[in-house]
């Protein structure tokens, strides 16, 4: 079963994120200086990468659909494989950002049917109620941790840039990505959050987490996952654990995936929209991060919370018992009064 369960998610990594993997590592070599224009072998040219991964998540829908018998989802699926088809020779940014958008709502499908299976379901219900639903403190404070490690992860990024070549600016990335144009090169970033945080994020943990593996072995997992695809950005790419890192520590405290995908999305908005404003706002993402974990009962680690009590309990003055309204102010009352009548006065009571 366990075997099963791994091979099931290596599965489904290689359709929704093999050929961006591939793609993501020939950028990095090209930014190094290594000529690799090899091409994708079988093809007579080139390809829309997301329409590859699209045309393979939608077969293996349809065929998981067919067994199932749910005609419904037998159409979606097809449509799926057809579109995916339909784009694949078509490599202009729209064809690109078209596909990239298919497959998130089928990647966020194929996860959790196979985590489903498994008796791991990634969220409750329906995933835009996952999202948008049951906000309690948890919640926004594990929104906030996501937050603070992107804007961790920006802040980072000159300083993996200086270990070798690297692009840190989204001019740069537009370069890179081919996504020239503002408004689609905005559609796949705000895509980014569904498209990244369920197959490489919440499947991968909720599956690892079933088998019991380790700890250390879950968070090495996730960065490298989440590293693997941003390794056209060159050194930079390295930032990206720190926001893999605080994803997977907020997922395993919450196992909730909709805050952490508004937390992603909410960076990325602001970071494209906001401006010299949204990245003053975004440098106060930890401080803000840390203000909402000291009052969330369950993404808070357990040292923190001690902390934070241990400091509320030091600040929090107790009222002297003799000082309670309507209680009788006697020289009797406290224990120190009590005690110095119990003591002799003078030399003479001593004898």
């Not at 799926?80 to 940014?93: E, I, K, R």
């Not at 996860?111 to 919640?139: Q, Y």
């Amino acid at each position: 079963m366990t075997k099963s369960l791994f091979l099931r998610g290596a599965g489904v990594l290689a359709v929704l994120f093999g050929p961006h993997f591939a793609t993501a590592l020939n950028a990095f070599a090209e930014l190094a200086g290594t000529d690799t224009d090899i091409g994708w072998p079988g093809l007579p040219g080139p390809v829309n990468v997301s329409a590859v991964s699209l045309t393979a998540a939608g077969i293996w829908l349809l065929i998981r659909a067919r067994r199932c018998s749910q005609g419904g989802a037998v159409w979606c699926a097809a449509a799926l494989a057809v579109a995916g088809a339909v784009l694949l020779p078509l490599v202009g940014q729209a064809a690109d950002t078209a596909a990239t958008v298919l497959l998130t709502g089928a990647g966020a499908w194929l996860c959790s049917s196979i985590a489903r299976d498994a008796g791991m379901p990634l969220w409750r219900g329906r995933l835009p109620s996952e999202i948008a639903g049951r906000w309690d403190t948890d919640a926004v404070a594990a929104c906030a941790v996501v937050l603070a490690g992107h804007s961790a992860a920006m802040i980072l990024d000159p300083w993996f840039a200086r270990l070798g070549p690297a692009v840190t600016d989204q001019a740069a990335q537009a370069d890179v990505t081919g996504l020239h144009n503002q408004v689609l090169f905005a559609v796949q970033a705000l895509a980014a959050g569904v498209r990244e945080e369920i197959p490489l994020l919440a499947l991968p943990v909720a599956l690892m987490l079933g088998t019991r593996r380790p700890a250390w072995q879950i968070l090495l997992t996730v960065c490298v996952l989440r590293a693997l695809p941003h390794a056209y950005l060159g050194a930079a790419a390295l930032s990206s654990v720190a926001f893999a890192a605080a994803a997977w520590w907020m997922y395993r405290a919450t196992r909730r995936v909709g805050p952490i995908i508004v937390g992603h999305t909410l960076f990325n908005a602001i970071a494209m929209f906001g401006g010299p404003a949204g990245y003053a706002a975004l440098l106060t993402a930890p401080a803000l991060a840390c203000v909402l974990l000291a009052n969330a009962p369950n993404a808070a680690p357990r040292w923190f919370r001690r902390w934070i009590r241990g400091s509320r309990d030091g600040s929090r003055v107790e009222p002297s018992p003799c000082l309670a309204e309507g209680a009788p102010r006697s020289p009797a009352s406290s224990p120190t009064s009590r005690a110095a009548l119990s003591e002799p006065r003078n030399g003479h009571e001593q004898q």
